[in-house]
């Protein structure tokens, strides 16, 4: 049996808090599923590059998601701040600094690990056609 409401939620449709401490295990799915999918966008327009199992450091994940969350309210016209938009762009060097580990992430290779670490964290996947879970696309920044 699951809590998953008739009308879903969706990645993407909210602004989601920075940390999932206080969401229901449906909404901790969601909003690591967010996080995972802001990490590829991040890596692809900035060079971003967490380690693997970032998802185990509380450090890189407060780091991503502030990233993400601060990119996002740019992107969305929410902030419209050029010396602020310089600041992100200065600071990612220390963000690199925070997210920094000896293995690199690759998200083909740490896919299962992180799903195994949201069903093991108590996260409640959606019912997924075929059986699966999937990833959502991430946002095109």
């Known amino acids: 049996m699951t809590d998953w409401p008739e009308d879903q939620l969706e990645v993407g449709e909210q602004r989601w808090p920075l940390a999932p401490a206080h969401l229901l295990p449906r909404e901790r799915w969601l909003w690591w599923q967010q996080l995972w999918s802001d990490v590829l966008a991040l890596g692809e327009r900035y060079r971003i590059r967490p380690a693997s199992g970032w998802w185990e450091d509380g450090v890189q994940v407060e780091a991503l998601a502030a990233l993400a969350a601060w990119v996002e309210r740019y992107d969305s016209g929410e902030w419209d701040d050029p010396p602020g938009k310089l600041s992100l762009l200065y600071d990612l060097e220390r963000v690199r600094e925070l997210i920094r580990g000896s293995e ?8 299962a690990t992180f799903t195994r670490f949201l069903i093991d964290a108590g996260c409640q996947p959606p019912p997924a056609m075929g059986g699966e879970a999937t990833c959502p696309p991430h946002r095109q920044w």
């Open 104 to 111: 690199p992430f690759h998200p083909e290779r740490d896919r």
